[in-house]
């Protein structure tokens, strides 16, 4: 079974995620009958809100937040994004493009290009203003209960051990 078939077999698995998959070296192409069973069980998985909440609070709240707004995002782009929008407990300053492309080869060591960091930084700028609100909202709504979320768990946890 090729990776065209086997995306269309097994719903929600992309064929972007299994292209991951094969460069990752978790199934091989074409795939064999245990690649196949392990597909199945993938699915299954990811079907499940149960797994995927599960999966999600392995996440920080304001990562959770990100990764849900903009699931299109990678690695790279969630961090350019949050190069630019302000934290809670940081003072807020403008970072240059030129400052974002310095870290990015830093820290990960590739060259990304300026103008996609200009994209990212223009849709960060969006969710800053209020009248372009839609995403902000969606933003800013999902941080809000992630943060709640994470802090009746954390007073849980100390109710427990008490």
């Known amino acids: 079974m090729n990776?065209?078939?086997?995306?269309a077999t097994y719903r929600p698995v992309s064929q972007k995620?299994?292209?991951?998959?094969?460069?990752?070296?978790?199934?091989?192409e074409p795939l064999t009958d245990s690649d196949q069973h392990t597909l199945s069980v993938l699915c299954q998985?990811?079907?499940?809100?149960?797994y995927v909440a599960q999966m999600n609070m392995t996440f920080k709240p304001d990562k959770r937040a990100l990764i849900l707004a903009f699931p299109n995002f990678g690695k790279i782009e969630r961090y350019i994004l949050n190069s630019y929008l302000?934290?809670?407990?940081?003072q807020k300053s403008r970072v240059s493009i030129m400052e974002v492309s310095k870290r990015i080869r830093e820290f990960?060591?590739?060259?990304?290009p300026e103008f996609k960091i200009m994209r990212i930084r223009q849709i960060a700028y969006n969710m800053l203003r209020?009248?372009?609100?839609?995403?902000?909202?969606?933003?800013?709504?999902?941080?809000a209960l992630?943060?709640?979320?994470?802090?009746?768990?954390?007073?849980?946890?100390?109710?427990?051990?008490k």
Do not use: C, M
């Open 3 to 7: 990776l065209e078939e086997a995306a």
């Open 146 to 161: 992630e943060r709640k979320s994470s802090q009746k768990r954390l007073e849980k946890s100390v109710k427990k051990s």
């Open 86 to 90: 302000p934290d809670e407990f940081k």
């Open 45 to 50: 998985i990811w079907s499940s809100e149960w």
């Open 17 to 28: 995620a299994l292209k991951r998959l094969v460069n990752d070296g978790l199934i091989s």
């Open 108 to 112: 990960f060591h590739i060259e990304y």
């Open 130 to 143: 209020n009248r372009r609100g839609e995403t902000r909202k969606l933003f800013l709504a999902l941080s």
